[in-house]
């Protein structure tokens, strides 16, 4: 008994605590950072008419653009351009074959006008013919390394101060944080635990297919050249109800790929909370919305102004971009 | 630093009481129970050398044999049936077309003889033609009265008391608990929470197709008639890498169709739990293997025997079958 009063008191004391400091250092005070603090504490109070059993605190997050950086190409391409280069002396013809020589050349501007297909074969050739735990070092190894083009950074980097601070307060007050990204299941789950502490069970993608095979007496997961599911519009929120079977209480997107997402979370009941991340600074990191190739955000903005979800205004609502 | 101390001790004297009353009442003492027994205490020390970090400890069990009855029929199919008859009335063309007019008529033998082409036609109808939303209260609603047409036990009541005290002991040593199961994921996740303590996030299994619609401003999940995904065989190990992203660190099941997944987890490295729960009490539940046609454990058996998996022998190391 006596334990157990310290016990409950220690915690009590630690919450006070932790509500008294400021969760989202890196925001500037505004409507966006009051509205995500404001949500929290509404479902997490039990005395609210908004309150939320813990089990359901659900929350999603696109990754590009919207956890970490996506420009001048999304970084899962750097990493097909490394690998291609990576696997190049064992196929001499590239060096005379489209997309290869583009992609052997540095030209990503090349790969990306040889069209959708030609992204595809590079997708395959540097994603498949191995196994899945061959592939996952490989992706580990890469992201050690990997620098970006432009900052000279390291991609893993290149991750938004202000997100990461948002998926410890949410996780903090018992919800748990997915991610639900176009970008493919096996390049993400080999480091999205460490770099934001969500694990692979919770990380939703674009998949290959893969193939169970027994080779020698040793049981293999092979991956296949053949996308099996792409994982953006539509596919959100269909993958969400297959992998979660339940329906997010908030999301975070930043592009027309996350509108789906967000509308079938804005659709549940009670309180919800609906996030567009809005890169508009061309300073501290880019400036793109309506006409971008690369995380289009228009439809979506439109329906974020009508439907006053939050728009987070970067340039204003960020004291810093990226982690010291 | 008063109230940590409290605290620490608080914990370390919870710790010690759990560790000396019995985590699993219900299994006669054994080498069945001590495996499992022995299994956890040895990598959840951290100065064993076969600790496995609390984020790894990932257990996948098989739903129908291994958690709850399969027999005369998966109980999945006694909600078909129960819900053709439902249905029934919107359809007079069903009285004289099969398989309707034998699932009607509650003949399940006549259903099963059909063959699967039957079986599926009448998933499709019992399973689509609704939102996802209405689906799960179908289910939800069903579960709540549904009784097995032998005992006349509610099926929510036909769990195994045993493997529910394997549950909780494992979750109360930071295991992660997964179903892996051939059934319908959406029939499963409506009830698995309340039963088994396991939420709708942590179930796998085979589903149908769906479709993204916004109808009349409404975003909506569509349940479609048509077969998306099998989940048996090689596809759980596939479904496992795919949903979670980590292999398993132990696996419960009862089946052949268990038998990759129970070789997938084998194979990690480090210590492996695998289990096989071997049906052979006529008296309280029922006794099949390898020749039975649900639930056949066949090579599954041979191989448990060879590589010295564990089989639980239900007669002799269950004091009990279901929950009083």
Same mark, same amino acid.
């Given at each position: 008994m006596v334990f157990l009063a310290s016990c409950d008191l220690q915690t009590k004391n630690q919450e006070k605590a932790a509500s008294l400091s400021d969760p989202l250092p890196s925001w500037n005070e505004g409507t966006s950072k009051q509205s995500v603090v404001d949500f929290v504490e509404v479902t997490t109070?039990?005395?609210s008419e908004f309150f939320i059993p813990k089990n359901e605190r659900i929350v999603v997050f696109d990754n590009d653009g919207t956890l970490w950086s996506e420009q001048p190409v999304y970084f899962?391409?750097?990493?097909i351009m490394d690998r291609v280069r990576q696997l190049a002396p064992e196929h001499p013809e590239w060096k005379e074959t489209q997309p290869f020589k583009a992609a052997l050349e540095g030209d990503m501007d090349g790969v990306i006008k040889s069209g959708a297909g030609a992204l595809l074969t590079l997708t395959i050739v540097s994603h498949t013919g191995m196994n899945s735990?061959?592939?996952?070092?490989?992706?580990k190894d890469w992201i050690k390394t990997a620098r970006h083009p432009q900052t000279g950074k390291l991609l893993k980097e290149m991750v938004y101060q202000p997100m990461l601070e948002v998926l410890?307060? /949410?996780?903090?007050n018992g919800f748990k944080t997915y991610i639900v990204s176009g970008g493919g299941i096996d390049f993400m789950r080999p480091w999205t635990e460490e770099i934001y502490g969500i694990p692979p069970e919770q990380v939703i993608g674009s998949t290959l297919k893969s193939q169970f095979e027994i080779v020698e007496g040793v049981p293999e997961i092979l991956k296949m050249p053949e996308m099996e599911y792409f994982n953006?519009?539509?596919a959100k929120p269909l993958s969400i109800?297959?992998?979660i079977g339940r329906r997010p209480v908030a999301a975070f997107g930043n592009s027309d790929g996350d509108l789906n997402m967000l509308q079938w979370t804005a659709a549940g009941e009670g309180k919800r909370l609906m996030v567009y991340i809005h890169h508009n600074d061309s300073v501290r990191e880019w400036a793109y919305d309506r006409d971008s190739?690369?995380?289009? /955000?228009?439809k979506g903005l439109d329906e974020a102004l009508d439907k006053e979800w939050v728009i987070v205004d970067m340039k204003e609502d960020w004291k810093k971009i990226f982690p010291e």
């Amino acid at each position: 008994m006596v334990f157990l009063a310290s016990c409950d008191l220690q915690t009590k004391n630690q919450e006070k605590a932790a509500s008294l400091s400021d969760p989202l250092p890196s925001w500037n005070e505004g409507t966006s950072k009051q509205s995500v603090v404001d949500f929290v504490e509404v479902t997490t109070d039990t005395a609210s008419e908004f309150f939320i059993p813990k089990n359901e605190r659900i929350v999603v997050f696109d990754n590009d653009g919207t956890l970490w950086s996506e420009q001048p190409v999304y970084f899962q391409f750097i990493f097909i351009m490394d690998r291609v280069r990576q696997l190049a002396p064992e196929h001499p013809e590239w060096k005379e074959t489209q997309p290869f020589k583009a992609a052997l050349e540095g030209d990503m501007d090349g790969v990306i006008k040889s069209g959708a297909g030609a992204l595809l074969t590079l997708t395959i050739v540097s994603h498949t013919g191995m196994n899945s735990d061959e592939f996952e070092q490989i992706v580990k190894d890469w992201i050690k390394t990997a620098r970006h083009p432009q900052t000279g950074k390291l991609l893993k980097e290149m991750v938004y101060q202000p997100m990461l601070e948002v998926l410890d307060y /949410l996780r903090a007050n018992g919800f748990k944080t997915y991610i639900v990204s176009g970008g493919g299941i096996d390049f993400m789950r080999p480091w999205t635990e460490e770099i934001y502490g969500i694990p692979p069970e919770q990380v939703i993608g674009s998949t290959l297919k893969s193939q169970f095979e027994i080779v020698e007496g040793v049981p293999e997961i092979l991956k296949m050249p053949e996308m099996e599911y792409f994982n953006d519009k539509e596919a959100k929120p269909l993958s969400i109800n297959k992998f979660i079977g339940r329906r997010p209480v908030a999301a975070f997107g930043n592009s027309d790929g996350d509108l789906n997402m967000l509308q079938w979370t804005a659709a549940g009941e009670g309180k919800r909370l609906m996030v567009y991340i809005h890169h508009n600074d061309s300073v501290r990191e880019w400036a793109y919305d309506r006409d971008s190739n690369i995380g289009r /955000l228009n439809k979506g903005l439109d329906e974020a102004l009508d439907k006053e979800w939050v728009i987070v205004d970067m340039k204003e609502d960020w004291k810093k971009i990226f982690p010291e």
